[in-house]
């Protein structure tokens, strides 16, 4: 079973940073790619980083490539996103979620497996 907790959340001038974390409290947390996504308001929920689970591999959206950047610890379940040089288009609720890694690799995210319940980040202007 794999229960994500996401935190790290809050308001933040734009141009700065924050990091957001999320941990599972399951055992099997190495077994899974993890990935962030985000949902703005009145907007569709979007992909933003992921990583596989051996951590070879990351992935960004274009919108984000060079500002965030994803990590994951194994030893504390807990799956990283630093952001930094942030914009008020970043505002938005961003979610962590989980998917096998026999499945995918963290660049696949048709299906997710697990979602967590979300953390508001909010940039001002």
């Known amino acids: 079973q794999v229960q994500l907790v996401e935190s790290g959340g809050g308001l933040v001038q734009a141009g700065g940073s924050l990091r957001l974390s999320c941990a599972d409290s399951?055992?099997?947390?190495?077994?899974?790619?993890m990935g962030w996504f985000r949902q703005a308001p009145g907007k569709d929920r979007e992909f933003v980083a992921a990583?596989?689970?051996?951590?070879?591999?990351?992935y960004y959206s274009v919108s984000v490539k060079g500002r965030f950047t994803i990590s994951r610890d194994d030893a504390k379940n807990t799956v990283y996103l630093q952001m930094n040089s942030l914009k008020p288009e970043d505002t938005a609720v961003y979610y962590c979620?989980?998917?096998?890694?026999?499945?995918?690799?963290?660049?696949?995210?048709?299906?997710?497996?697990?979602w967590g319940k979300g953390t508001l980040v909010t940039v001002s202007s």
């Open positions: 399951g055992r099997t947390f190495h077994s899974y790619a």
């Open positions: 979620a989980a998917r096998r890694s026999s499945i995918s690799d963290g660049s696949n995210w048709d299906g997710v497996d697990y």
């Open positions: 990583i596989s689970a051996s951590a070879d591999n990351t």
